[in-house]
């Protein structure tokens, strides 16, 4: 068992997940927070557990968990920047490895399911990566966006992460639909 005043410091660290803002907003016009984000992400493919027989739910949820817990120290960097994707990783594991000190057994658990899901070859992480994405563009939908919002980026955001499997397809082209609906809606 690992050290319980280790193993609280740790959570109470996560709270700074609640207070790291993403580059979306919610309906009510706030910005969307990282700990808000990865939440829905856990339930949004835990609803979807049963379209995916062969699949290891438990490592998808905990996959949806440990996702972007970098971004505790780290941030959110939006996709439209481009960050350096080793850059970005590089970033991301060191304050991994900062939430987890003296952790050692949480660490390697973490670590091992984060670098799962950034490799993006098991069909786990190519589910996670893919929900994650149509998360993202969810919460654009039903944002208040500013003016200029890029729905046209959004569209082609993560686009290909979809297309090998027929359920999260037909999600795709669900949320694809609302997109081009909101980008007509926000020009006039």
Same mark, same amino acid.
């Given at each position: 068992?690992?050290?319980?005043?280790?193993?609280?410091?740790?959570?109470?660290?996560?709270?700074?997940?609640?207070?790291?803002?993403?580059? =979306?907003?919610?309906?009510?016009?706030?910005?969307?927070?990282?700990?808000?984000?990865?939440?829905? &992400? =856990?339930?949004?493919?835990?609803?979807?557990?049963?379209?995916?027989?062969?699949?290891?739910?438990?490592?998808?949820? +905990?996959?949806?968990?440990?996702?972007? &817990?970098?971004?505790?120290?780290?941030?959110?960097?939006?996709?439209?920047?481009?960050?350096?994707?080793?850059?970005?990783?590089?970033?991301?594991?060191?304050?991994?490895?900062?939430? *987890?000190?003296?952790?050692? $057994?949480?660490? /390697?658990?973490?670590?091992?399911?984060?670098?799962?899901?950034?490799?993006?070859? /098991?069909? $786990?992480?190519? &589910?996670?990566?893919? +929900?994650?994405?149509?998360?993202?563009?969810?919460?654009?939908?039903?944002?208040?966006?500013?003016?200029?919002?890029?729905?046209?980026?959004?569209? /082609?955001?993560?686009?290909? &992460?979809?297309?090998?499997?027929?359920?999260?397809?037909?999600?795709?082209?669900?949320?694809?639909?609302? *997109?081009?609906?909101?980008?007509?809606?926000?020009?006039?």
């Amino acid at each position: 068992m690992e050290d319980v005043e280790k193993v609280l410091g740790f959570v109470k660290e996560l709270e700074r997940l609640k207070d790291a803002e993403r580059t =979306a907003w919610t309906g009510n016009g706030r910005r969307e927070s990282v700990a808000e984000h990865t939440f829905r &992400l =856990a339930l949004f493919a835990f609803a979807l557990a049963e379209d995916f027989p062969g699949i290891q739910m438990d490592r998808v949820i +905990l996959m949806c968990l440990v996702h972007d &817990l970098g971004e505790a120290y780290a941030g959110d960097i939006s996709a439209v920047v481009g960050e350096d994707r080793e850059k970005k990783l590089q970033r991301e594991r060191l304050a991994i490895e900062k939430l *987890t000190v003296g952790l050692p $057994e949480l660490r /390697s658990k973490i670590l091992s399911l984060w670098e799962e899901y950034n490799r993006g070859e /098991s069909r $786990e992480a190519m &589910l996670v990566k893919a +929900l994650d994405k149509m998360e993202t563009i969810l919460q654009h939908n039903q944002g208040k966006n500013p003016p200029g919002f890029d729905y046209q980026f959004i569209l /082609s955001y993560g686009k290909g &992460l979809a297309g090998w499997h027929p359920v999260l397809k037909a999600i795709r082209k669900q949320i694809d639909k609302e *997109t081009r609906k909101n980008a007509v809606n926000h020009l006039a």
